[in-house]
């Protein structure tokens, strides 16, 4: 079993950037699909980014492509998210999640394991 931790969060400016961190431990690292979500207040958790196991394969929503992108290091068994040209629609709890089955599902319940989440805060 997998446990993963974030950091890196904070409070921007619009427009500014942050990189998110997620260290995992407890696990093969190289054997999960490892994804990132947000949730902000009153609102739904939903999808931001999807790495493979190799890290050759990435999908977005359309809501940040182009801005975020995620990355891994299998060696250091950390995930990463760098988000640019950050906006206030982009404020939420940022969560790491990390599954064991196959490359495809985004939504949440696909994935079997999370962080505690990073509060990203971005003023306009």
């Known amino acids: 079993q997998v446990q993963l931790v974030e950091s890196g969060g904070g409070l921007v400016q619009a427009g500014e950037s942050l990189k998110l961190s997620c260290a995992a431990s407890?696990?093969?690292?190289?054997?999960?699909?490892l994804g990132w979500f947000r949730q902000a207040p009153g609102a739904e958790r939903e999808f931001v980014a999807v790495?493979?196991?190799?890290?050759?394969?990435?999908r977005y929503p359309d809501s940040v492509k182009g801005r975020f992108t995620i990355s891994r290091d299998n060696a250091k068994n950390t995930v990463f998210l760098q988000m640019n040209s950050l906006k206030s629609e982009d404020t939420a709890v940022y969560y790491c999640?990390?599954?064991?089955?196959?490359?495809?599902?985004?939504?949440?319940?696909?994935?079997?394991?999370w962080g505690q989440g990073t509060q990203v805060t971005v003023s306009s």
């Open positions: 790495i493979s196991r190799g890290g050759t394969t990435t």
């Open positions: 999640a990390a599954r064991d089955g196959g490359w495809g599902a985004v939504v949440p319940s696909s994935f079997n394991y």
């Open positions: 407890g696990g093969t690292f190289s054997r999960y699909v």
